[in-house]
Protein backbone atom coordinates (compact mmCIF):
# COMPACT_ATOMS: atom_id res chain seq x y z
CA UNK A 1 0.00 0.00 0.00
CA UNK A 2 1.30 3.63 -0.62
CA UNK A 3 2.40 5.46 1.70
CA UNK A 4 3.65 8.96 2.64
CA UNK A 5 7.10 8.99 3.43
CA UNK A 6 8.99 11.84 5.83
CA UNK A 7 11.95 12.07 7.39
CA UNK A 8 13.46 12.23 9.98
CA UNK A 9 11.33 10.57 12.17
CA UNK A 10 12.66 12.46 15.27
CA UNK A 11 15.06 15.51 15.46
CA UNK A 12 16.25 17.09 18.22
CA UNK A 13 18.10 20.75 17.88
CA UNK A 14 19.12 23.87 19.66
CA UNK A 15 17.49 27.16 19.78
CA UNK A 16 19.09 29.38 16.89
CA UNK A 17 19.82 26.14 14.64
CA UNK A 18 17.97 25.31 11.53
CA UNK A 19 16.29 22.46 10.46
CA UNK A 20 15.05 20.76 7.81
CA UNK A 21 12.10 18.03 7.31
CA UNK A 22 11.47 16.01 3.79
CA UNK A 23 8.61 14.45 2.87
CA UNK A 24 7.73 12.28 -0.17
CA UNK A 25 3.92 12.25 -0.98
CA UNK A 26 2.09 8.95 -2.16
CA UNK A 27 2.82 8.90 -6.07
CA UNK A 28 0.74 11.06 -8.31
CA UNK A 29 -0.77 13.33 -5.91
CA UNK A 30 -0.71 16.29 -6.96
CA UNK A 31 -1.75 18.10 -3.72
CA UNK A 32 0.81 18.42 -0.75
CA UNK A 33 0.39 19.87 2.69
CA UNK A 34 2.59 20.47 5.74
CA UNK A 35 0.71 20.84 9.21
CA UNK A 36 2.04 21.53 12.65
CA UNK A 37 0.63 19.73 15.43
CA UNK A 38 0.97 20.76 19.11
CA UNK A 39 0.33 18.06 21.69
CA UNK A 40 -3.63 18.31 22.46
CA UNK A 41 -4.62 20.34 19.64
CA UNK A 42 -5.64 19.26 15.84
CA UNK A 43 -2.95 19.45 13.30
CA UNK A 44 -2.61 23.39 11.73
CA UNK A 45 -1.57 24.19 7.79
CA UNK A 46 1.90 25.58 7.55
CA UNK A 47 1.33 25.17 3.80
CA UNK A 48 -0.46 23.76 0.91
CA UNK A 49 0.96 22.69 -2.64
CA UNK A 50 -0.81 21.95 -5.57
CA UNK A 51 2.20 20.44 -8.05
CA UNK A 52 5.30 22.69 -7.62
CA UNK A 53 3.17 26.09 -6.82
CA UNK A 54 2.28 27.01 -2.87
CA UNK A 55 -1.42 28.13 -2.94
CA UNK A 56 -1.79 28.79 1.02
CA UNK A 57 0.89 29.54 3.36
CA UNK A 58 -1.53 32.13 5.15
CA UNK A 59 -0.58 30.41 8.46
CA UNK A 60 3.28 30.01 7.64
CA UNK A 61 5.95 32.45 10.02
CA UNK A 62 7.61 33.34 6.52
CA UNK A 63 10.35 35.13 8.58
CA UNK A 64 11.56 31.36 10.02
CA UNK A 65 9.91 29.33 7.88
CA UNK A 66 10.21 28.06 4.59
CA UNK A 67 9.08 25.00 2.23
CA UNK A 68 9.91 24.19 -1.16
CA UNK A 69 8.45 21.17 -4.07
CA UNK A 70 10.75 22.16 -6.91
CA UNK A 71 9.57 19.38 -9.20
CA UNK A 72 6.08 18.93 -8.15
CA UNK A 73 6.90 15.52 -5.94
CA UNK A 74 8.89 15.92 -3.02
CA UNK A 75 9.05 18.91 -0.50
CA UNK A 76 10.92 20.14 2.14
CA UNK A 77 10.13 22.22 4.91
CA UNK A 78 13.04 24.19 6.93
CA UNK A 79 12.82 26.45 10.08
CA UNK A 80 16.12 28.69 10.44
CA UNK A 81 16.35 29.64 13.16
CA UNK A 82 14.51 27.42 15.00
CA UNK A 83 12.62 28.73 18.53
CA UNK A 84 11.25 26.52 21.37
CA UNK A 85 8.01 27.40 20.22
CA UNK A 86 8.71 25.28 17.39
CA UNK A 87 8.72 22.10 19.33
CA UNK A 88 6.12 20.29 18.02
CA UNK A 89 4.63 17.46 15.41
CA UNK A 90 5.49 18.19 11.60
CA UNK A 91 3.12 16.26 9.78
CA UNK A 92 3.09 15.79 5.99
CA UNK A 93 -0.06 14.76 4.11
CA UNK A 94 -0.83 14.35 0.22
CA UNK A 95 -4.15 13.78 -1.53
CA UNK A 96 -4.78 13.01 -5.33
CA UNK A 97 -6.16 16.61 -5.51
CA UNK A 98 -9.28 18.25 -7.82
CA UNK A 99 -12.25 16.84 -5.87
CA UNK A 100 -10.97 14.32 -4.24
CA UNK A 101 -10.41 15.15 -1.08
CA UNK A 102 -9.27 12.34 0.86
CA UNK A 103 -5.95 13.07 2.31
CA UNK A 104 -3.26 10.86 3.86
CA UNK A 105 -0.50 11.67 6.69
CA UNK A 106 2.75 10.30 6.43
CA UNK A 107 4.39 9.45 9.94
CA UNK A 108 5.76 12.45 10.67
CA UNK A 109 8.32 14.17 12.25
CA UNK A 110 9.36 14.77 16.15
CA UNK A 111 10.77 18.15 16.71
CA UNK A 112 12.56 19.20 19.81
CA UNK A 113 13.83 22.58 20.23
CA UNK A 114 16.21 22.89 23.56
CA UNK B 1 -11.27 32.08 11.88
CA UNK B 2 -13.77 29.52 10.77
CA UNK B 3 -13.67 26.85 13.62
CA UNK B 4 -14.15 23.12 14.23
CA UNK B 5 -15.14 22.32 18.05
CA UNK B 6 -15.03 18.98 19.66
CA UNK B 7 -15.13 18.10 23.42
CA UNK B 8 -12.10 17.15 24.54
CA UNK B 9 -12.84 14.22 26.37
CA UNK B 10 -11.90 11.86 27.19
CA UNK B 11 -14.74 9.43 26.53
CA UNK B 12 -14.74 6.55 28.69
CA UNK B 13 -16.69 3.34 26.59
CA UNK B 14 -17.09 0.17 28.36
CA UNK B 15 -15.77 -2.37 26.14
CA UNK B 16 -19.10 -3.92 23.37
CA UNK B 17 -20.69 -0.46 23.50
CA UNK B 18 -21.65 2.32 21.41
CA UNK B 19 -19.10 5.08 21.49
CA UNK B 20 -20.65 8.48 20.14
CA UNK B 21 -18.62 11.66 19.44
CA UNK B 22 -19.81 14.91 18.03
CA UNK B 23 -18.29 17.51 16.11
CA UNK B 24 -19.82 21.30 15.24
CA UNK B 25 -18.64 23.79 12.36
CA UNK B 26 -19.14 27.17 12.19
CA UNK B 27 -18.25 27.23 8.10
CA UNK B 28 -21.52 27.41 6.58
CA UNK B 29 -20.89 26.37 3.49
CA UNK B 30 -18.55 22.99 4.67
CA UNK B 31 -19.53 20.68 2.08
CA UNK B 32 -17.57 17.59 2.92
CA UNK B 33 -16.17 16.42 6.33
CA UNK B 34 -13.33 14.18 7.53
CA UNK B 35 -13.10 11.70 10.70
CA UNK B 36 -9.37 10.41 11.50
CA UNK B 37 -7.99 8.69 14.38
CA UNK B 38 -4.86 9.17 15.61
CA UNK B 39 -3.11 6.48 18.00
CA UNK B 40 -1.12 8.47 20.67
CA UNK B 41 2.37 9.28 19.00
CA UNK B 42 1.36 8.57 15.72
CA UNK B 43 0.00 10.10 12.96
CA UNK B 44 -3.93 11.16 11.84
CA UNK B 45 -5.20 7.71 9.63
CA UNK B 46 -8.50 8.73 7.73
CA UNK B 47 -11.40 6.27 8.79
CA UNK B 48 -14.32 8.04 7.32
CA UNK B 49 -15.68 10.87 5.07
CA UNK B 50 -19.04 12.55 4.41
CA UNK B 51 -20.84 14.67 1.94
CA UNK B 52 -24.29 14.34 2.08
CA UNK B 53 -26.28 15.30 4.67
CA UNK B 54 -27.62 11.57 6.87
CA UNK B 55 -25.84 8.22 7.62
CA UNK B 56 -22.67 6.35 6.24
CA UNK B 57 -21.58 3.39 7.32
CA UNK B 58 -18.26 1.28 7.25
CA UNK B 59 -17.86 -1.58 9.20
CA UNK B 60 -18.06 -0.19 12.95
CA UNK B 61 -17.83 3.43 11.99
CA UNK B 62 -21.18 5.20 11.44
CA UNK B 63 -20.65 8.85 10.65
CA UNK B 64 -23.69 10.77 10.86
CA UNK B 65 -23.96 14.87 8.74
CA UNK B 66 -26.88 17.29 9.37
CA UNK B 67 -25.49 20.55 7.71
CA UNK B 68 -28.95 22.60 8.73
CA UNK B 69 -27.17 22.46 12.50
CA UNK B 70 -23.88 22.32 11.34
CA UNK B 71 -22.66 19.18 13.01
CA UNK B 72 -20.77 15.74 12.37
CA UNK B 73 -21.07 13.04 14.86
CA UNK B 74 -18.83 9.57 14.53
CA UNK B 75 -20.62 6.25 16.05
CA UNK B 76 -18.16 3.68 16.57
CA UNK B 77 -20.19 0.44 17.39
CA UNK B 78 -19.02 -2.72 19.37
CA UNK B 79 -16.15 -0.91 20.86
CA UNK B 80 -12.64 -2.76 21.11
CA UNK B 81 -9.98 -1.76 23.36
CA UNK B 82 -7.62 -0.85 19.82
CA UNK B 83 -10.37 1.80 19.51
CA UNK B 84 -8.57 3.82 22.16
CA UNK B 85 -7.35 6.69 20.58
CA UNK B 86 -7.67 10.00 19.84
CA UNK B 87 -10.71 11.50 16.81
CA UNK B 88 -10.13 14.56 14.95
CA UNK B 89 -12.70 16.02 12.76
CA UNK B 90 -12.06 18.20 9.97
CA UNK B 91 -13.85 20.27 7.92
CA UNK B 92 -13.23 21.62 4.21
CA UNK B 93 -12.68 25.03 3.98
CA UNK B 94 -15.25 26.85 1.69
CA UNK B 95 -13.53 28.36 -1.47
CA UNK B 96 -10.57 27.21 -0.64
CA UNK B 97 -8.06 24.41 -2.56
CA UNK B 98 -8.79 22.14 -0.50
CA UNK B 99 -7.94 23.43 2.81
CA UNK B 100 -8.69 21.73 6.04
CA UNK B 101 -9.77 23.07 9.49
CA UNK B 102 -9.27 20.82 12.43
CA UNK B 103 -11.08 20.24 15.78
CA UNK B 104 -8.50 19.72 18.36
CA UNK B 105 -10.13 15.58 18.48
CA UNK B 106 -11.75 13.80 21.33
CA UNK B 107 -9.99 10.86 23.55
CA UNK B 108 -11.62 7.96 23.52
CA UNK B 109 -10.70 5.42 25.85
CA UNK B 110 -12.57 1.99 26.05
CA UNK B 111 -12.36 -0.30 29.06
CA UNK B 112 -12.55 -3.79 28.84
Same mark, same amino acid.
Given at each position: ?????????????????????????????????????????????????????????????????????????????????????????????????????????????????? | ????? /?? +? !????????? *?? &???????? %?????????? /?? +? !????????? *?? &???????? %?????????? /?????????????? &?????????????????????????????
Amino acid at each position: EAEVAQSPRYKITEKSQAVAFWCDPISGHATLYWYRQILGQGPELLVQFQDESVVDDSQLPKDRFSAERLKGVDSTLKIQPAELGDSAMYLCASRVGGAQYEQYFGPGTRLTVT | QKEVE /QN +S !GPLSVPEGA *IA &SLNCTYSD %RGSQSFFWYR /QY +S !GKSPELIMF *IY &SNGDKEDG %RFTAQLNKAS /QYVSLLIRDSQPSD &SATYLCAALVTDSWGKFQFGAGTQVVVTP
